[in-house]
């Protein structure tokens, strides 16, 4: 399995830009869909945004849409997610995902079974 760990995370005001990154290791991400979801306090998991195996196609939640990017270096084994205009509502534990190439650029987390740990990001009003 790919073992996948999360930074770039930390507190901002509202209409601040973070830039978390994914690093991978024990396998090439290359062979693997990308995907970050995240979950708020009080609040289940959501998807945010997926990106396919060569970076060709991308998805995003409706929440995030023209805000946030996701992109993908698969030479340097990392997938990031560009995070601009952040809301107080962004506030959430973000974690990259890993799965299946055939699965694309897939919103449902079952089609996800790599995890990592996940990073904190928090914005203030």
């Known amino acids: 399995q790919v073992q996948l760990v999360e930074s770039g995370g930390g507190l901002v005001q509202a209409g601040a830009s973070l830039r978390l990154s994914c690093a991978a290791s024990r396998r090439t991400i290359s062979n693997y869909a990308m995907a970050w979801f995240r979950r708020a306090p009080g609040k289940e998991r959501e998807f945010v945004a997926a990106?396919?195996?060569?970076?060709?196609?991308?998805n995003y939640a409706d929440s995030v849409k023209g805000r946030f990017i996701i992109s993908r270096d698969n030479a340097k084994n990392t997938v990031y997610l560009h995070m601009n205009s952040l809301k107080p509502e962004d506030t959430a534990v973000y974690y990259c995902?890993?799965?299946?190439?055939?699965?694309?650029?897939?919103?449902?987390?079952?089609?996800?079974?790599?995890w990592g740990q996940g990073t904190q990001v928090t914005v203030s009003s």
């Open positions: 995902a890993a799965g299946s190439a055939s699965y694309s650029v897939s919103n449902e987390s079952p089609n996800y079974d790599n």
């Open positions: 990106i396919n195996w060569s970076g060709g196609r991308t």
